[in-house]
């Protein structure tokens, strides 16, 4: 079995920017530098999840090919794909506070008049994507699909699929609702999934900081006891009592003191069985001293932002800093072991090739649906490249338009396609960054440009594909 050490939380989170991976050309990254991959050597304890190139293969059989088959809309132009297309963060491009930013419905009925596909790619998470499309489209006045919709936790339902399924295991799960977060998980296919809630109902002594009484949150019975017998794990009681296979942040959790103290009672744990605590901890001459080297559950953050646009006039924190808390903790409790862990969402570039697969299969099934193979218009025509059956030429450039340079624009600067597809990184000045705060736009967070808003981003990239001399584009005026 592989061992990696995993250097992180030597670095402040913010460190996301100080911290990016080698192939982002600043350094290592808290998760990056295995964690994302899902690996089997990613934690000590996730040797169920799969191999990469597992992932991607089943990405390719699943999730990523259901594209826009069922739903596929051509728009009223009736002009075939250009060979661009862009990728939208919402909050702080699209929406603010739940209102859509001005320009941003136009921008998009213009897209889909054109047959430009976009998706749209957020680190927000919270709610199931059906939902989430419902809301959007209400709020936006503009049709959308869970197709074109990739939120934060959505990649987690790879790890239903393959030979390491967790689809059968107990998964934990947390973030802003329990019993949301819960719903998500048995929709996405988690067969039993538990909550901090339920843990706490339990056995309310594991958190003596909150009463008994005072505790309303909903839960569920625990599908077997917590384990409870003083001294070293007992291999003869440990089958009858709960095992937690892998923890799900899925967004941010509002309860972080229960929450931190049942993860960090799991990591501590012999095999994710609660209650228990692994003789392998603090073993000097293990590798990582024995942290994390017992079979403990995986840890997965879906959302490193530690900051993200809201009502109040400074930006808030987010899941990343929920996230920087427990590994501060973890480096304190083990006397300075980083915390192993897999991070999805922007940066990562998991997500970006998610969009990628996901856009291209948009522009394949729209050339389908207008009855012809006979290449793309717009912005030049494209050689060949993907296509496959279709005719519709590679997918040259992406634009992702974002407000974050940490997640959306370090993503899109630092990813690099397999396909040869070049994404271009535009930030607008309606969300998180701003001139006045001193974000500093350099190296890898550094966008091509940097726009007003949506409007200006899609009108620029328009530009820059040569759509003002033929005359298009002229509708955004
Ligand atoms: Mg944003």
Redesign the pocket.
């Known amino acids: 079995m592989a061992s990696v050490a995993v250097p992180i939380s030597r670095t402040p989170l913010r460190g996301l920017a100080a911290s990016l991976p080698a192939r982002f050309g600043t350094g290592l990254s808290p998760c990056m530098t295995n964690g994302l991959r899902f690996s089997s050597t990613f934690v000590a304890g996730a040797r169920r999840a799969r191999p990469t190139a597992e992932l991607g293969r089943r990405r390719r059989e699943t999730a990523w090919t259901r594209g826009f088959k069922h739903d596929v809309k051509v728009g009223g132009s009736g002009r075939k794909p250009p060979s661009f297309a862009f990728a939208f963060?919402?909050?702080?491009?699209l929406l603010h506070v739940a209102k859509p930013i001005p320009g941003a419905t136009r921008v998009l009925k213009f897209l889909n008049d054109y047959n430009i596909p976009f998706i749209l790619l957020?680190?927000?998470g919270g709610k199931h994507e059906t939902e989430r499309v419902k809301d959007l489209e209400a709020r936006l006045g503009v049709q959308l699909s869970t197709d074109n919709f990739v939120q934060s936790h959505t990649p987690f339902q790879e790890l239903l699929e393959g030979p390491n399924s967790l689809r059968d295991k107990t998964v934990l799960v947390t973030g802003s609702d329990y019993e949301k977060c819960r719903s998500i998980f048995k929709e996405y296919g988690f067969k039993n999934v538990i909550t901090p809630a339920d843990i706490y109902a339990a056995d309310p002594t594991i958190f003596p900081f909150q009463p008994a009484a005072s505790f309303t949150t909903p839960s569920q019975p625990l599908p077997k006891p917590l384990y409870s017998h003083p001294g070293p794990p007992n291999p003869t009681h440990l089958p009858s009592h709960l095992q937690i296979h892998a923890i799900f942040v899925l967004n941010d959790p509002r309860d972080w003191a229960l929450d931190i103290q049942i993860i960090t009672d799991l990591l501590l744990s012999h095999a994710g069985y609660l209650g228990t605590y692994s003789p392998l901890n603090n073993t000097p001459h293990l590798p990582d001293r024995g942290w994390q080297r017992d079979g403990q559950p995986a840890l997965y953050f879906s959302n490193a932002?530690l900051l993200?646009?809201a009502g109040y006039h400074l930006p808030r924190l987010g899941q990343g800093a929920f996230q920087a808390a427990v590994a501060g903790l973890w480096k304190r409790v083990t006397g300075g072991e980083g915390l192993k862990r897999g991070c999805i969402g922007k940066p990562y570039r998991e997500t970006y090739r998610f969009a990628e697969r996901v856009l291209a299969g948009h522009r394949r099934e729209v050339v389908r649906a207008m009855g012809g193979a006979a290449g793309v218009s717009g912005g030049g025509e494209s050689g060949g490249g993907d296509s496959g059956d279709s005719g519709v030429g590679a997918l040259e450039r992406v634009y992702m338009v974002?407000?974050?340079p940490e997640?959306?624009i370090a993503g899109a600067n630092g990813y690099v396609s397999e396909e040869g597809t070049e994404w271009v990184s535009v930030l607008v000045k309606t969300?998180?960054w701003s001139e006045e705060r001193g974000g500093k736009l350099e190296g890898v967070f550094k966008p091509k440009e940097v726009v007003g808003d949506v409007m200006g981003a899609v009108k620029w990239a328009l530009k820059r594909e040569g759509w003002d001399q033929e005359g298009k584009g002229k509708e955004l005026d």
């Open positions: 963060d919402i909050d702080g491009v957020t680190n927000g932002d993200w646009s974002g407000d974050n997640s959306d969300g998180v």
